[in-house]
């Protein structure tokens, strides 16, 4: 099938199986990447993230994920609610927690995909990946065309901002490649750097992941840092404010995946009903949610740190 053509069809299927956008990059090494990522690992902005200083090459290479593969199928997965916990809320959870983990959800839809394109363009060899593996998901949906890497170093999309998860399908098949996104409209616009009330944000575009909250109520083991208490605002599993002031957020529509919607019971929660949760019900409630990553006594102590400073 023509090379146009297939990658026509992979769009088209992505954007029917619910995902926001698709883009198509052509495998490279990301050697532009190397001395950002190596300066991060240096620094020890991973924090307790060990992980991350795993595979280094592996993240700059997907030939080395996928033998002889060709071509990065980028998604876009848009997760901004249109039912929210108020701002007013006495505890506050990160939007993208709001239903089921995405890492399940997306992944199946990828599943589905790559047996689309596997049936109706041509049999390949490929993997799925969604935020589990070693690959530098921004810089390829940069390549892909979909957005540009803000000061707070997620993707902002032109269109409708930077609500997103971001997941790839790596293949062994040559495509159509979309150009990479050029622009960067940031502009001298500091907001992110200004509202992050524990200082993560560095004017180098990169997050010290020990400062950041979302870090910090979802990662971070043991006790949390003295010298941030009194900062966390709100914030009990991860952390929207530097998306909340972004300029280009305005442009948010809410989503049309059903698995991402807040609990009818939870949108109502009070700090009472947080505090009376026992571990059954909590395990039952977020069964489904990206709040088991924290566990129980996470998000416990998370909270038991806001009140302490009360």
């Given at each position: 099938?023509?090379?146009?053509?297939?990658?026509?069809?992979?769009?088209?299927?992505?954007?029917?199986?619910?995902?926001?956008?698709?883009?198509?990059?052509?495998?490279?090494?990301?050697?532009?990447?190397?001395?950002?990522?190596?300066?991060?690992?240096?620094?020890?902005?991973?924090?307790?993230?060990?992980?991350?200083?795993?595979?280094?090459?592996?993240?700059?290479?997907?030939?080395?994920?996928?033998?002889?593969?060709?071509?990065?199928?980028?998604?876009?997965?848009?997760?901004?609610?249109?039912?929210?916990?108020?701002?007013?809320?006495?505890?506050?959870?990160?939007?993208?927690?709001?239903?089921?983990?995405?890492?399940?959800?997306?992944?199946?839809?990828?599943?589905?995909?790559?047996?689309?394109?596997?049936?109706?363009?041509?049999?390949?060899?490929?993997?799925?990946?969604?935020?589990?593996?070693?690959?530098?998901?921004?810089?390829?949906?940069?390549?892909?065309?979909?957005?540009?890497?803000?000061?707070?170093?997620?993707?902002?999309?032109?269109?409708?901002?930077?609500?997103?998860?971001?997941a790839e399908i790596i293949t062994d098949?040559?495509?159509?490649?979309?150009?990479?996104?050029?622009?960067?409209?940031?502009?001298?616009?500091?907001?992110?750097?200004?509202?992050?009330?524990?200082?993560?944000?560095?004017?180098?575009?990169?997050?010290?992941?020990?400062?950041?909250?979302?870090?910090?109520?979802?990662?971070?083991?043991?006790?949390?840092?003295?010298?941030?208490?009194?900062?966390?605002?709100?914030?009990?599993?991860?952390?929207?404010?530097?998306?909340?002031?972004?300029?280009?957020?305005?442009?948010?529509?809410?989503?049309?995946?059903?698995?991402?919607?807040?609990?009818?019971?939870?949108?109502?929660?009070?700090?009472?009903?947080?505090?009376?949760?026992?571990?059954?019900?909590?395990?039952?409630?977020?069964?489904?949610?990206?709040?088991?990553?924290?566990?129980y006594e996470g998000v416990m102590r998370?909270?038991?740190?806001?009140?302490?400073?009360?």
């Amino acid at each position: 099938m023509d090379k146009e053509l297939s990658s026509k069809k992979i769009k088209d299927q992505a954007l029917k199986l619910g995902f926001s956008a698709c883009g198509i990059a052509e495998v490279s090494f990301l050697s532009d990447h190397r001395p950002r990522l190596q300066k991060w690992l240096n620094e020890n902005r991973h924090g307790e993230m060990g992980y991350m200083s795993n595979n280094f090459e592996m993240r700059l290479d997907p030939a080395l994920l996928v033998e002889n593969s060709r071509s990065v199928i980028v998604v876009l997965q848009n997760y901004y609610p249109e039912k929210q916990l108020h701002p007013d809320s006495d505890y506050l959870i990160s939007r993208y927690a709001y239903g089921e983990d995405y890492h399940f959800v997306i992944k199946d839809k990828l599943r589905k995909l790559q047996t689309f394109i596997n049936n109706e363009i041509a049999a390949n060899q490929s993997r799925v990946f969604t935020d589990s593996a070693p690959v530098l998901e921004r810089a390829w949906a940069v390549k892909a065309g979909l957005g540009w890497i803000g000061k707070n170093s997620l993707l902002i999309t032109p269109r409708n901002g930077s609500y997103f998860f971001i997941a790839e399908i790596i293949t062994d098949l040559e495509l159509a490649y979309d150009n990479s996104y050029g622009g960067n409209f940031c502009g001298d616009c500091r907001r992110c750097i200004d509202a992050c009330p524990t200082q993560a944000i560095g004017q180098d575009r990169m997050i010290d992941s020990r400062k950041c909250i979302s870090y910090l109520t979802i990662e971070k083991k043991g006790e949390l840092p003295e010298e941030l208490k009194g900062k966390y605002k709100k914030w009990i599993f991860g952390c929207d404010i530097c998306q909340e002031v972004c300029p280009w957020n305005r442009f948010s529509i809410p989503h049309n995946e059903s698995s991402f919607e807040l609990p009818a019971q939870v949108q109502g929660f009070k700090a009472e009903d947080w505090k009376d949760l026992s571990k059954e019900t909590f395990n039952s409630l977020f069964k489904k949610s990206a709040l088991k990553r924290a566990k129980y006594e996470g998000v416990m102590r998370n909270m038991e740190f806001l009140d302490s400073d009360e």
